[in-house]
């Protein structure tokens, strides 16, 4: 069985946190150790047929990277690299981190760019998250009810970030087809 790849952007730390609870959850039988996207190149994310991709949101509404004030290049300069990635077949789940009250008019924005980045690639999208149980004014990662994928406000929600993830997995594990008889 293929493992998933679990990829993040960051530049706190904090979606790098997310992804390692993620790992740990899954475990690694299920996963590959997360990897910050600015350590990978575009054959390795395409390498794998299941994925986790992960973004916080900067300023107003921005993917990490450079012109975000990151110290490192992030999801940005990623982003060109989706031109020559063909993901067809392959299930990509995501996650996006943001702050519902400070920046309730662009909430997870950036969510919603790699979402576009990611659909443009012929990826089936999974894991979608219910917009319900969050306070925000606007997001453009918000599809009629539901986020493009798993939402975590570790500003205003951190207390609910364990439960969230773990039935988040399990709903990205059930719509990727991984049960644990298939690890077994």
């Not at 904090?14 to 992804?19: I, P």
Request: charged share 25%; aromatic share 10%; net charge negative.
């Amino acid at each position: 069985m293929t493992k998933i790849g679990i990829f993040f952007g960051t530049d706190t730390g904090t979606t790098r946190k997310m992804a390692k609870t993620m790992y740990k959850e899954l475990g690694e039988d299920l996963a590959d150790k997360p990897l910050n996207i600015n350590r990978v190149d575009a054959e390795t994310l395409s390498g794998y047929d299941f994925l986790i991709l992960g973004t916080p949101t900067y300023g107003h509404g921005e993917l990490p990277g450079l012109s975000a004030d990151c110290q490192e290049e992030s999801w940005e300069e990623f982003m060109p690299n989706f031109d020559d990635i063909d993901l067809s077949g392959k299930k990509v789940a995501l996650f996006g981190l943001g702050d519902q009250v400070n920046y309730s008019e662009e909430f997870v924005d950036g969510l919603a760019e790699l979402y576009e980045a990611v659909v443009e690639t012929g990826a089936t999208l999974v894991g979608r998250w219910p917009t319900e149980g969050y306070s925000f004014e606007a997001s453009a990662a918000d599809d009629g009810g539901e986020f493009f994928g798993l939402v975590l406000d570790n500003d205003n929600q951190s207390n609910l970030h364990a439960n969230r993830i773990s039935q988040w997995l399990d709903k990205v594990k059930q719509e990727m087809g991984i049960t644990e008889a298939a690890i077994a």
